[in-house]
Nanobody, 125 residues
Framework: QVQLVESGGGLVQAGGSLRLSCAAS????????MGWFRQAPGKERDFVAAITWTGRTTDYADAVKGRFTISRDNAKNTVHLQMNSLKPEDTAVYSC??????????????????WGQGTQVTVSS
């Protein structure tokens, strides 16, 4: 049984930093990549960042490039999202996901089969 558990969300002032973590269990060989997506109230779930388990390929949404960094610890089956220079528009529920997207389409949420419950990130101005 695949389980994804996020942690690290919270309230931070604009310009601050947060580090999200996603601990995965039971993923085995059924997944090849992990991603982070976010959903603000009244909006669709948007791609944030993703990384293949090999670490060879990463992808970022334009809105977070240069501010967010995704990394993985294969020994612990954990993926991290370091978020710096946070802005109020980064406020959302952040969810991690696991799946087998094409490496050229890590942003495609339809390729992710497993999802965590989400963690709230609130950035105050």
């Amino acid at each position: 049984q695949v389980q994804l558990v996020e942690s690290g969300g919270g309230l931070v002032q604009a310009g601050g930093s947060l580090r999200l973590s996603c601990a995965a269990s039971g993923v085995g060989s059924s997944t090849s990549a992990m991603g982070w997506f976010r959903q603000a109230p009244g909006k669709e779930r948007d791609f944030v960042a993703a990384i293949t388990w090999t670490g060879r390929t990463t992808d970022y949404a334009d809105a977070v490039k240069g501010r967010f960094t995704i990394s993985r610890d294969n020994a612990k089956n954990t993926v991290h999202l370091q978020m710096n220079s946070l802005k109020p528009e980064d406020t959302a529920v952040y969810s991690c996901a696991a799946g087998r997207p094409y490496s050229s389409r890590l942003y495609d949420r339809r390729s992710y089969n497993y999802w965590g419950q989400g963690t709230q990130v609130t950035v105050s101005s």
